[in-house]
C-alpha cells in the first residue's frame, strides 16, 4: 500500500480515532559556529544593533549602516536578507527607533521622522507599511511612547501631550483608533504610569494619581474600567509596587504598606484580593526582587533578616512562601539575580561565598539546588553570568571563563553540557554578547568581535542527519515543507534547508532531503490488544508496565516522524511487559512484515504488512502541498486497525 492509495484510509482513521501520542519534548541545540551579519561596513565601527524582538516569525531591530544612521532593520539570518525597511528620516541623522513591540504581525515603535518629534509608529516589515500612526503631541514636540505592551491584541503604552501629561493610551494601528485611555492624574503633568501587564483580560499597571501616590491600578482597556486597584498605603506616600509578574493567572508584586517594609504580595485585580502573602522580614526591607514564574510557582530573592539575599519560592499562601536554600551562610545572602525559566527549570546566578557569582539552578528543593557549573575557577571571582535566555528548552548565556573574555556559553543543566559557544573575540577580550532574541528555533544576538565593531550576529540550529532541515531529529515530510518554503532564498552555508552547504536553497537540497528520507529507521511501538483509545496515557513514557495486558497487537505506526525508542518505552525489549519495539527490515522502502518472530519473540495477535515507498517514487513535486498534507495526515493517524 503506497502513500496515494493510503490517502483516503488515513481520512478516514483521523475522523474515527482520538487516540494519539504526546510527542516528547524537543530540544534544539544550536550547534553551528555564530554567523556574523555585518551590517556597519564603514571601517569597524559597528551598528549597534539594539531593542531586538520576534515579531510574526521575523526578526526586528534597530541598527546604524553608517550611512544612514540608526533605523530600522529585520533579518531572515542571512546577510542578504538582512534589511533596513525604511530610511525614515533621509540622511545619516537616523530616525532613532526604540522601544519595539509586536502585536499580530505588527511591529510597533518610537521613531522622530525630523518633522513630528518623536512618536508612534508600526511597520508590517515593507518599506510602504512603515508609517507613523499618530502624532500625539503637537507639532515637532514628541510624544516619546514607551511601555508598549500587546493586550488582547491591541497595543496599550504610554504616551505624554500638553493637556493631559504622561498617561495611558491605546492603539488599533489607525491614527482615530489611538487614543488616551484615562486622564488618571488631570493636568499637564501625568500619573506616569509604568510596568503594564497583562494578566488574563485585565491590564495592571503603577501609576500615581496624586493623592494616593504610587499605587496600583487595572484597566480593562476603557476610561471607566481603568482604577485604582487598592490603596496599600493610605496617604499621598504610595506603596510603590515594583517587579510586577503573572503567575498562573494571579498578579505578584513587591509592596510597603508604611507598617511593614517592602514585602511579597498579590492580587486577583479587586480590592479584597490584594493582600500581603507574607511578612518576610518583620520590621525591615524584606528587598523582594526577580520574581519568576516556573511552571506555575513563584521564584523570587528576598531577605529574611537573617539569611540575607537569598532564593525563595511561593505557592501564594503564608506557608507556602518559604527560604530555598540560604545558598551563602550568614547574612551576607548569595544574592541570586537573574532567574530564568528555561524548560521548567529555574536557573539564576549567585554567589556562594566561595566561588563568586556563578550560574546555579534549582527544582525548588534545598537538595535540587545547586551551582550548575564553577565556570572561573579562580576563588571568589565568579564567571558572572548573565544575559540568561531560554532558546528551545536550552540555556544560553553570556560568561567569563577567565581566559577568553566575556563570550557565548550554553547549558543542558549538567556540568559537562556547560560550554563555551564561540570565543568571537579571540586573545582574552570581551565579545560581550547581549540581546539574546530567539526566532523560531534561531538565536540573535549582538557582539564585538574586535574587528568589525558591535554587530548582529546569528546562530543556526544544525543537525548531524542530512536533510533534516526543521532539525527534529528525523527527515520526514515536515522537512519538505521547510524546503518548499525557503526554495530561493539565501541562509547562511549549512543552515536551514541549506542541504548541499551552498548557502541557497534549490532543487540541489530536495535532491539530499529524498537521499535520508525516513531517516533514523523507524520504530514501531505495540501495545496491549485489550487497551482502548481512551485507556492509553497521554505519554507513553509514563506507562506503567504492570498496566498493560498481554496479547498485544499493533496499536499505532508513526512512519515518518518517530519519536519513541526503546529506552523511553517502559520494559524496553522486554516482551513480557507488553511493550515491544521493531525496526523496518528495509530502511529505503520502509516495509517490513511485523510478526511475532521478529520482535523478541512474542506472538502477536495480528500480523501486518504495512509499506512506505520511497518519496522519489511517492511524492508529486508539483503539488508539494497536498503530499505534505497528507503526511502530516499520516504522522498523526495512530489507530487500532490499519486496513489492509
Known amino acids: 500500500m503506497d502513500l496515494r492509495s493510503l490517502r483516503s484510509s488515513a481520512a ?38 539594539h531593542d531586538l524582538v520576534e515579531v510574526g516569525g521575523a526578526l526586528y531591530f534597530a541598527a546604524d549602516d553608517g550611512m544612514h544612521g540608526s533605523e530600522l532593520w529585520t533579518s531572515n539570518g542571512s546577510p542578504a536578507g538582512t534589511l533596513q525597511i525604511k530610511d525614515i528620516i533621509v540622511g545619516n541623522t537616523g530616525s532613532q527607533p526604540t522601544s519595539l513591540a509586536g502585536v499580530g504581525s505588527l511591529v510597533y515603535f518610537q521613531a522622530n521622522d525630523g518633522v513630528n518629534g518623536s512618536e508612534l509608529w508600526k511597520s508590517n516589515g515593507t518599506e510602504i507599511g512603515t508609517v507613523l500612526v499618530k502624532n500625539i503631541q503637537d507639532a515637532d514636540e514628541s510624544s516619546f511612547p514607551g511601555g508598549l505592551v500587546d493586550f488582547g491584541g491591541t497595543l496599550f503604552f504610554t504616551a505624554t501631550d500638553d493637556a493631559s501629561g504622561r498617561e495611558l493610551w491605546r492603539s488599533n494601528g489607525s491614527e482615530p483608533g489611538t487614543v488616551l485611555v484615562k486622564d488618571i492624574r488631570p493636568g ?82 479587586t480590592a479584597a484580593g490584594t493582600m500581603m502573602v507574607k511578612i518576610i522580614s518583620p520590621g525591615a526591607n524584606s528587598v523582594v526582587s526577580e520574581l519568576t514564574d516556573v511552571g506555575g510557582t513563584l521564584f523570587f530573592a528576598a531577605n529574611d533578616g537573617s539569611n540575607g539575599l537569598e532564593l525563595w519560592m511561593s505557592d501564594g499562601t503564608e506557608m507556602g512562601t518559604v527560604l530555598v536554600k540560604d545558598i551563602h551562610s550568614g547574612a551576607l545572602g548569595s544574592s541570586p539575580a537573574n532567574l530564568t525559566n528555561v524548560g521548567g527549570v529555574l536557573y539564576f546566578t549567585a554567589d556562594d561565598g566561595v566561588t563568586g557569582r556563578e550560574l546555579w539552578k534549582s527544582d525548588g528543593t534545598p537538595g535540587g539546588t545547586v551551582r550548575v557549573k564553577d565556570i572561573n575557577g579562580a576563588v571568589g571571582v565568579g564567571s558572572q553570568p548573565s544575559n540568561l535566555t531560554d532558546v528551545n528548552g536550552v540555556l544560553y548565556f553570556t560568561a567569563d571563563d577567565g581566559n577568553s573574555g566575556v563570550e557565548l556559553w550554553k547549558s543542558d543543566g549538567m556540568e559537562t553540557g556547560t560550554t563555551m559557544v564561540a570565543d568571537i573575540n579571540m586573545g582574552g577580550s570581551d565579545a560581550s554578547p547581549s540581546e539574546l532574541t530567539t526566532v523560531g528555533v534561531t538565536l540573535y544576538f549582538v557582539a564585538d568581535d574586535g574587528v568589525n565593531g558591535r554587530e548582529l550576529w546569528v546562530l543556526e540550529p544544525s543537525s548531524t542527519l542530512a536533510g533534516d532541515y526543521d532539525v527534529d531529529g528525523d527527515v520526514d515530510g515536515h522537512d519538505f515543507l521547510t524546503w518548499q518554503r525557503q526554495f530561493g532564498s539565501s541562509v547562511p552555508q549549512g543552515t536551514g534547508a541549506d542541504g548541499n552547504g551552498n548557502g541557497t536553497v534549490e532543487s540541489g537540497d530536495l535532491t539530499v532531503w529524498q537521499d535520508n528520507y525516513g531517516l533514523p529507521t523507524p520504530v514501531v511501538a505495540v501495545l496491549a490488544s485489550s487497551l482502548s483509545a481512551d485507556d492509553v ?108
Open 188 to 269: 499637564e503633568v501625568g500619573s506616569f504610569p509604568i510596568d503594564l501587564v497583562p494578566v488574563g483580560g485585565t491590564l495592571f499597571f503603577t501609576a500615581s494619581d496624586n493623592a494616593n501616590g504610587l499605587e496600583l491600578w487595572s484597566s480593562d482597556g476603557s476610561e471607566m474600567g481603568t482604577s485604582l486597584v487598592k490603596d496599600i498605603r493610605s496617604g499621598n506616600a504610595g506603596s510603590s509596587p515594583s517587579f510586577l509578574t503573572e503567575v498562573g493567572g494571579t498578579l505578584y508584586f513587591g509592596a510597603t504598606d508604611g507598617i511593614n517594609d517592602f514585602q511579597l504580595w498579590k492580587s486577583n485585580g
Open 12 to 49: 478516514q482513521k483521523m475522523q474515527t480515532s482520538r487516540l494519539s501520542f504526546e510527542s516528547l519534548e524537543q530540544r534544539h541545540m544550536l550547534s553551528g559556529t555564530p554567523q556574523l551579519l555585518d551590517i556597519n561596513l564603514m571601517g569597524g565601527a559597528g551598528s549597534n544593533p
Open 537 to 644: 496515557p497521554q505519554s507513553i513514557s509514563k506507562v506503567a508496565a504492570t498496566s498493560l495486558p498481554t496479547n498485544p497487537i499493533l496499536l499505532s505506526l508513526d512512519l515518518f516522524s518517530t519519536r519513541i525508542d526503546n529506552s523511553q518505552l517502559p520494559g524496553g525489549n522486554d516482551a513480557t511487559t507488553g511493550v515491544v519495539v521493531a525496526a523496518p527490515t528495509d530502511q529505503n522502502t520502509g516495509s517490513n512484515a511485523i510478526s511475532g518472530e521478529n520482535i523478541a519473540g512474542k506472538d502477536l495477535e495480528d500480523s501486518r504488512n504495512l509499506t512506505m515507498q520511497s518519496p522519489s517514487r511517492s511524492l508529486d513535486e508539483t503539488t508539494p502541498d497536498r503530499d505534505v498534507q497528507l503526511l502530516d495526515a499520516l504522522d498523526r493517524a495512530f489507530a487500532s486497525d490499519w486496513a489492509d
